[in-house]
């Protein structure tokens, strides 16, 4: 009898979105059920309103600017040169302390989060200030944008469609992270979905704020 080939989820995130984050543990504990293996990629909202920051409200500016660089250059390093594994493991320890821990990203803070990565936080610490690796964090956010097919923010997925070909949607967004059996439910849905030719998207109004529970 042959095993069933696990399939691969791309996911593009800005590690300061909240939403992205409750998407991402969803989707961490699908990968645990050994029903999906997740490739991560930067998506920067930083690049996404580069174009329009005058109009974002002014507490949010600041992290849309020079300091929204600083997670997705690092990620895009760790994963340039630890690999794939280690920047699910970098953004999980930077998610952990800029969502349920309230921190923003700070040199500290990111430094603080490559250590308990386990990662070489004095070779990877310099890239959040300079521009080494823009050019991979753009191409990046680009490949999110064209899976969607249009302008999307974070997060952005990406799942076999029907004909082997990768299908990308914005989302889902989540106001809390499913466990066990509705984690898979979940994900199940989001295969059928992608499965069946010409379906775009599902909405519905969000009720609540992201619940870090």
């Not at 849309?64 to 690999?83: E, F, I, N, S, Y």
């Not at 490559?114 to 990877?124: D, S, T, V, Y």
């Not at 990046?140 to 990406?158: I, K, Y």
Request: aromatic residues 8%.
């Amino acid at each position: 009898m042959t095993t069933p080939e696990i399939p691969t989820v791309d996911l593009w995130f800005d590690p300061l979105c909240p939403w992205t984050w409750l998407t991402s543990r969803w989707l961490v504990e699908v990968e645990r059920q050994g029903l999906a293996k997740i490739r991560w990629n930067v998506l920067s909202l930083a690049i996404l309103n580069e174009d329009r920051i005058d109009q974002i409200p002014e507490q949010y500016r600041e992290l849309l600017g020079p300091k929204g660089w600083r997670p997705v250059r690092v990620v895009t390093a760790a994963k340039d040169k630890c690999g794939n594994e280690a920047a699910g493991r970098l953004y999980t320890e930077l998610g952990t302390r800029f969502h349920p821990g309230g921190q923003g990203p700070e040199p500290d803070v990111i430094r603080e989060a490559l250590e308990a990565a386990g990662l070489p936080a004095g070779e990877l610490m310099p890239y959040a200030e300079n521009d080494t690796y823009d050019g991979e964090v753009r191409s990046s956010h680009e490949a999110s944008q064209a899976a969607v097919g249009e302008e999307s923010g974070s997060p952005v997925l990406a799942v076999p469609g029907p004909e082997g070909e990768r299908l990308g949607y914005f989302g889902p967004i989540l106001s809390r992270t499913p466990k066990g059996e509705e984690a898979a439910r979940l994900w199940q849905a989001v295969l059928l979905a992608a499965s069946v030719g010409g379906f775009a998207e599902f909405k519905r109004v969000r009720a609540s704020g992201p619940a870090f529970g």
